[in-house]
């Protein structure tokens, strides 16, 4: 297998980022209010209406966040080869949302910012749901290769 390209890497990082950004937003507002919507006994007509109002404007909240999710997730995905999908993509959801509480939180200079740090479950459920089912695969761009003798057991990936 040839090694790829700095493009080729990039391009790759570029699509996890789009990806995370374009369907995590709206995740997590189908995990928070979708539920909510059903437990109240809305009608259905009223919970597709629902999610899809709230989900117009989750961009403008969580957008930057899911953007650096999918960012990072790309960078050590392509970077380190992880082998979980999962755990990976809930360490990369988290420090999105870190990220994003402190960019608010500087630019404002508002402390008080960080108050919402209590979302950092949902936002690690919601991008380990990307890195799973959304992000790309690396079998569309080659794979950085690794030495033989760091190869892994063929056990170590069975979290996939």
Do not use: N
Request: net charge positive; aromatic share 10%.
């Amino acid at each position: 297998m040839s090694r790829p390209t700095a493009s080729d890497t990039w391009r790759w990082i570029a699509a996890c980022t789009w990806r995370f950004g374009a369907a995590g937003p709206p995740l997590g507002v189908a995990l928070v209010i979708v539920p909510a919507m059903v437990f109240s006994a809305s009608p259905p007509d009223d919970i597709v209406g629902g999610w899809l109002f709230f989900s117009i404007f989750s961009y403008a909240f969580v957008g930057l966040s899911a953007l650096l999710a999918g960012l990072f997730y790309g960078l050590v995905k392509q970077r380190t080869q992880h082998r979980s999908r999962w755990r990976l993509g809930g360490l990369c959801g988290v420090l999105g949302w870190l990220g994003q509480c402190t960019v608010l939180a500087l630019a404002l200079k508002d402390p008080g910012q960080l108050d919402s740090l209590w979302i950092m479950p949902l936002a690690a459920l919601v991008a380990s749901l990307c890195a799973r089912f959304v992000a790309p695969s690396l079998g569309g761009t080659p794979a950085l290769e690794q030495p033989a003798g760091d190869a892994l057991p063929a056990s170590a990936g069975a979290d996939r």
